[in-house]
């Protein structure tokens, strides 16, 4: 009797999990299947080409230059020889076989494309031969994102890229050659399924502000021809705060990267040589012996001007590159574009090519400011934000998501930072404002551990010294058998001029830890933790407690004798994560912030 009870309620329960998965199967049947533009066919088909031809290209050039600078080939070219025939037809075949094959490819799989709607999830189906289907829950999605070639902005088409909370092993979802609408539509409803699955609470906020400058204009009339495709403008809510970048901003943004702190080295590097070519030519005078060895070493039709006619290339050179740099920069922010729309950050620029990065504010874990060398000096700053990332598979979107970074101002004044926290990420407003600064001990431990252990100046000037001494011992072993004393002469004026770069590099080493012992502070109060990590440049971090993963106090003996340890703080920014750390804090401090931590599985080592 039980038994047949038994087998009753296992026949019950399996006609109603067949039932259920009819009625979950006819769900997702009748389900809207929303499909990608058809410039997937066509357009994806000719960069598919286009990358085959130049792959072609690179591969066949190496063969065909030489053939067509000898002058037996170069004439059966010229007078139509059969070889050249041949070499002309296989490369068309190439070129008609890689274009059918790149369009029929996309055109079969352009039927096996779309992305759906669920109750909890959003869907993305693809492949021919090898069926993908992806499944993201609305609540874990991280950021929706798009890019958009100069040939995509055309057409009014554009790439979607949806990033969840899973990091590196959790890839983002790219939808290809969505309309313009479409993935405005997309992006809002995105949204709005992940709010309402959340519970997030739409945010009122202050009026929007504003900044411009002169690139804005052609970037907002690209935005309203939109693109061949592009379709109607999608309302995707409400601003509550938005900014722009100035004309000074957008212009020192370019010029004030790195190469211009490379620029100042090579131009002292460049005097110094000068300064130890008088000293040979004064030396040389007195002497003869000067004169004699540029003579041996076939260099007087350049005279004494070669030194100079170097340094001023080299700084020809990072002046263009320099040049170059900025206008890059320019074209690369033009247009751009940092709001607060409901429960989202949402940042857009470029002038050619668009980009467009939207982030739940959820899942912002930092707020970053940081400055180089040359910002640090005019007072301005980069402001960023560091946010949960995941890897697309293609080595990322751009630069301004570098290591899990959007970047909301490239550069701005250090006392307009509150003001844009405040209005863009309301919820980092409440810094701490009691700084808890490195102990004066930590001043000579930086220096020792700058300027010795990880002085790459001073270890190098050691390195040539010794290379140095076996030079000249090789030269008093064997005289002119082992080097000329032309090459004497020349091998002596680049060591000299290597010597001057490890001074420059100790020097620099030295005044950045005397930086950075008085500039580096943490603090922490109820809800946040602030560092800075000062230096020539300097970089501050703001976590809120509720985003650090974990923290712990570490210490050697010498830290321990000098009664100070190092603190790192753990957030999930970044890819694999993210360590904020400030190294020789006092003993006394990392230990309060220890307990500030707890609960928490801190470990102390």
């Not at 998965?21 to 286009?50: C, D, F, K």
């Amino acid at each position: 009797m039980d038994g047949a009870q038994n087998r009753e309620n296992r026949e019950n329960r399996e006609r109603r999990g067949m039932r259920e998965n009819r009625e979950r199967r006819g769900m997702r049947e009748n389900r809207e299947r929303h499909a990608v533009h058809s410039s997937y066919i066509w357009l994806g088909g000719l960069q598919g080409a286009a990358a085959v031809l130049a792959a072609l290209l690179v591969g066949a050039l190496p063969q065909i230059i030489p053939e067509l600078f000898n002058p037996d080939s170069l004439g059966q070219f010229v007078n139509g020889g059969l070889a050249a025939i041949i070499i002309a037809l296989l490369f068309l075949g190439a070129v008609i076989v890689s274009l059918a094959a790149s369009f029929i490819y996309r055109l079969v799989s352009y039927k096996h494309i779309w992305y759906e709607f669920g109750d909890e999830e959003f869907s993305f189906y693809s492949g021919v031969f090898n069926k993908k289907r992806v499944h993201v829950p609305y609540r874990r999605i991280q950021s929706v994102d798009q890019t958009a070639s100069l040939l995509q902005r055309v057409f009014g088409v554009c790439t979607v890229q949806i990033d969840t909370a899973g990091g590196a092993s959790n890839k983002a979802v790219s939808v290809p050659f969505l309309r313009k609408a479409d993935a405005e539509a997309l992006r809002a409803d995105l949204f709005a399924r992940k709010s309402a699955a959340v519970g997030a609470p739409f945010r009122e906020a202050d009026a929007p502000s504003s900044f411009g400058n002169v690139l804005d204009a052609p970037a907002e009339v690209w935005d309203d021809v939109r693109g061949v495709f592009a379709g109607s403008e999608v309302d995707t809510g409400r601003i509550s705060f938005q900014y722009g970048i100035t004309n000074s901003e957008l212009i020192l943004t370019g010029l004030s990267n790195n190469t211009t702190l490379v620029l100042v080295v090579v131009g002292i590097i460049g005097v110094f040589s000068q300064v130890a070519d008088f000293v040979s030519q004064m030396a040389g005078e007195a002497g003869g012996a000067v004169a004699e060895v540029l003579a041996d070493a076939g260099l007087a039709l350049f005279g004494n001007s070669l030194i100079a006619l170097i340094v001023v290339g080299l700084i020809a050179l990072s002046l263009f590159v320099w040049v170059m740099s900025a206008l890059g920069a320019c074209i690369s922010f033009g247009g751009f574009k940092a709001r607060r729309r409901g429960d989202r950050i949402e940042v857009e620029r470029g002038l050619l090519q668009h980009r467009f990065h939207g982030v739940s504010v959820d899942r912002v874990q930092s707020v970053v400011v940081k400055q180089t060398f040359v910002r640090r000096i005019f007072g301005f700053c980069e402001l960023s934000l560091g946010k949960v990332d995941a890897s697309s598979g293609s080595g990322g979107m751009d630069d301004s998501l570098s290591e899990g970074a959007l970047i909301v101002h490239p550069f701005v004044k250090v006392d307009r930072v509150p003001e844009i926290v405040a209005g863009l990420v309301p919820e980092f407003a409440d810094m701490p404002t009691e700084r808890r600064r490195v102990p004066k001990v930590a001043l000579r431990r930086a220096l020792v551990r700058r300027t010795v252990i990880q002085g790459w100046g001073l270890w190098c000037a050691v390195a040539l010294a010794l290379l140095h001494v076996g030079v000249m011992f090789g030269v008093g072993a064997y005289g002119d058998g082992f080097m000329s004393a032309g090459e004497l002469f020349w091998f002596d004026r680049i060591a000299l001029v290597g010597y001057v770069a490890c001074a420059v590099a100790e020097v620099l080493a030295a005044v950045g830890a005397v930086l950075w012992a008085r500039s580096s502070w943490f603090s922490f109060n109820r809800r946040f933790m602030q560092v800075e990590n000062g230096g020539l440049g300097s970089v501050s971090v703001c976590l809120p407690r509720e985003k650090i993963q974990f923290g712990f106090s570490k210490s050697n003996p010498l830290q321990r004798r000098a009664k100070v340890a190092t603190i790192t703080a753990r957030t999930a920014a970044g890819l694999q994560g993210t360590s904020t750390r400030l190294i020789d804090a006092c003993e006394e401090d990392a230990a309060a912030w220890l307990a500030w931590l707890v609960p928490g599985g801190n470990v102390i080592e």
